[in-house]
């Protein structure tokens, strides 16, 4: 019976990094690369190489950022609808902003220009209602070491003198 995990969080939380370790162990890993959709749904075409690689049997990982909304996991659910005997399993990153954006502008394994970009992103989504569904693993976001040291601008802020 193939297994389906849907990994969410916010940007820097270690979405990738954990579909990289269940790639490691045989998981076809659908991450980035996918076309967006105007609405905000979920890509069509990454839940369909989903179907394709459930119905031939084969354990996957789904990396999506916004699954902390209860809609999107039930669309998600939805494209499973007719794909016999799949086991279903939620690992949700904490709602920590300063933690996920910390790490977006320290992660090493990517080149990230945008990590500004993406503290804002989580600053929003941060705000939103965040659903974890029935029986999804929680996990904290490990804080990846300060790349520039104490003089740091992210770590440590200069704060306005009174």
């Not at 369909?48 to 659910?77: C, I, M, N, Y």
């Not at 490990?142 to 440590?156: D, I, M, Q, T």
Request: proline share 8%; aromatic share 8%; net charge neutral.
């Amino acid at each position: 019976m193939p297994t389906v995990t849907f990994i969410f969080g916010l940007c820097g939380s270690g979405k990738s990094w954990l579909a990289g370790q269940m790639s490691s162990e045989g998981a076809e890993v659908l991450d980035e690369g996918f076309p967006a959709t105007v609405d905000g749904s979920l890509s069509p075409e990454k839940y369909s190489r989903l179907q394709e690689l459930l119905r031939d049997g084969k354990d996957s990982a789904v990396v999506e950022a916004t699954l902390f909304h209860e809609p999107l996991q039930q669309q998600a659910l939805n494209y499973l609808r007719g794909i016999p005997k799949v086991e279903v399993k939620w690992i949700g990153f904490a709602n920590d902003a300063d933690a996920a954006s910390h790490n977006s502008l320290h992660r090493k394994d990517k080149v990230n220009p945008d990590g500004p970009g993406h503290k804002a992103i989580n600053d929003r989504w941060t705000r939103l209602a965040w659903t974890f569904p029935k029986g999804a693993e929680t996990r904290p976001i490990y804080k990846l070491p300060c790349l520039v040291g104490p003089a740091c601008s992210v770590c440590n802020p200069v704060r306005d003198q009174p």
